[in-house]
């Protein structure tokens, strides 16, 4: 005696009962079938799955963003204006329409941008920015581009460094003052926040010093405070 089985296999994905929520990606296998067999499905032709292509998005506008000065990295107090010099020039066939902007990120987010408006094609000019440094101490990265009027970038992005510093930290001595700002450019923020808290009170330390000892004291000025007042009683 022969024995032959017959195996049913069934394409497509399976689904739940309860919807995933991602639209007509998933269905039901029976509304996909509608010619059925004890031994096989038929799928109609109209009933394959389509593949929905989504264009990019491409500016009609050509630019080039240079920073006058490139390479300097700008020093200013917390909470003060951060100015920039910028050459922009539109290298495309069409004219900039009114609405293009130099927006600034920073962290991903755009918190500023300057109006530039119609830019000729090859024409460049030269604008000036100026926003307000953040309040917290530290070493800062921002980005800048040009979008156009539909919110479509175009050209290449550029950034700069800003190194914010508090206010104090200009009081010192140059000796003393040089050393701490280049501990700012190789520390975090908060590090640079604490340090200069520390600095205010207890100016006639090490700034090197003071740091060692908010690393051994998970960065809580206040545990170095009284270290230092533990200390100096002694």
């Given at each position: ?11 497509g ?27 096989f ?19 009609e ?126 520390i ?11 600095v ?35």
């Amino acid at each position: 005696f022969f024995f032959f089985f017959f195996f049913q296999a069934e394409d497509g994905i399976r689904d739940v009962e309860r919807s995933r929520g991602l639209g007509d990606v998933y269905k039901r296998q029976e509304e996909l079938y509608k010619h059925e067999h004890a031994m096989f499905k038929i799928r109609l032709p109209e009933q394959a799955p389509r593949t929905i292509l989504t264009a990019v998005r491409e500016s009609e506008c050509e630019g080039v963003l240079a920073e006058k000065g490139k390479g300097k990295r700008v020093v200013v107090e917390a909470n003060k204006e951060i100015s920039k010099e910028w050459s922009l020039r539109n290298t495309g066939q069409v004219a900039w329409d009114k609405d293009v902007v130099l927006a600034f990120e920073k962290n991903a987010f755009t918190f500023h941008s300057m109006k530039i408006g119609v830019v000729l094609p090859g024409k460049t000019i030269e604008v000036k920015s100026s926003f307000k440094a953040s309040s917290i101490p530290g070493l800062y990265r921002y980005w800048c581009g040009l979008i156009d009027g539909k919110g479509i970038r175009f050209g290449y992005r550029t950034s700069f460094d800003a190194l914010v510093i508090d206010p104090i930290i200009l009081s010192l001595n140059n000796e003393v003052r040089e050393k701490l700002l280049k501990l700012f450019v190789t520390i975090e923020g908060k590090y640079a926040n604490n340090v200069a808290y520390l600095v205010r009170l207890y100016g006639h330390y090490d700034p090197e010093v003071l740091l060692e000892l908010l690393e051994h004291n998970d960065n809580d000025a206040n545990k170095v405070e009284e270290f230092i007042k533990s200390m100096e009683v002694k």
